[in-house]
């Protein structure tokens, strides 16, 4: 029997078993890293949360007062531009194709302030229907004003819708009569009226008929 054989190979099988083991260790401790990973981002994670709350009192506390009124002032206008924008999604009903949109400017506190915004609205005819189209302008001319202090866009949004309302009036005169005229005379209303003249009393009945709906369709908007 050969000595020096039978001892490498004990050591042999010695060192395989020692390697199984290390190897068996370091897959445990693996695991145990692998696990804990999660429990550690979630630590670092609400610490981060926790730290991003706590900065804005931070700076706060650290604002200069020229810094503090200009908060103050970016406060005020934050609240006047909602509430602008809301008066206008309001009155618009469902004449608004989305809700309102801003936008901001950072203040010294590290805070987001609303500075301006606009509300999308479809201000476009009723196509082949003046009534309706009336009936919308109305509504939109509502909402442009509704505001307290409406801009100058409000205010042009709503001339615009003037003007189109009286396009659509006028519509409705031309199916009544090709040919509107003015309102006629006292004379001519005293004196026998013939065809022509009756005709253009009827289209100026016409005409105050449309004013008349007109200012109510305004009014119940």
Do not use: C
């Not at 602008?84 to 590290?110: C, K, N, V």
């Amino acid at each position: 029997m050969n000595v020096d054989s039978s001892y490498s190979s004990i050591f042999a099988l010695r060192a395989r078993y020692v390697k199984a083991q290390a190897e068996q260790a370091g897959g445990e401790r693996a695991s145990s890293a692998a696990e804990a990973a999660p429990v550690e981002e979630a630590d670092k994670l609400q610490q981060a949360v926790e730290k991003k709350q706590a900065a804005p009192a931070r700076r706060d506390a650290e604002l200069t007062e020229e810094e503090k009124q200009q908060v103050e002032k970016l406060q005020k206008r934050d609240r006047e531009v909602r509430a602008h924008e809301q008066a206008h999604l309001s009155a618009a009903g469902g004449y608004a194709r989305g809700g309102a949109s801003y936008t901001f400017e950072t203040g010294p506190d590290g805070r987001r302030y609303a500075t301006g915004g606009e509300v999308p609205i479809d201000t476009s005819e009723v196509p082949d229907d003046p009534q309706a189209t009336i009936r919308k302008m109305a509504i939109i001319r509502k909402a442009a004003l509704a505001p307290q202090n409406p801009s100058g866009a409000d205010r042009n949004i709503a001339a615009s819708a003037a003007m189109k309302s009286a396009q659509a009036m006028r519509e409705m005169l031309q199916d009544e009569s090709g040919n509107p005229t003015e309102e006629p005379s006292g004379g001519a209303q005293q004196s026998e009226l013939n065809d022509e003249q009756q005709n253009s009393t009827n289209i100026w009945q016409t005409r105050r008929a449309l004013v008349a709906y007109s200012q109510a369709a305004y009014a119940a908007a």
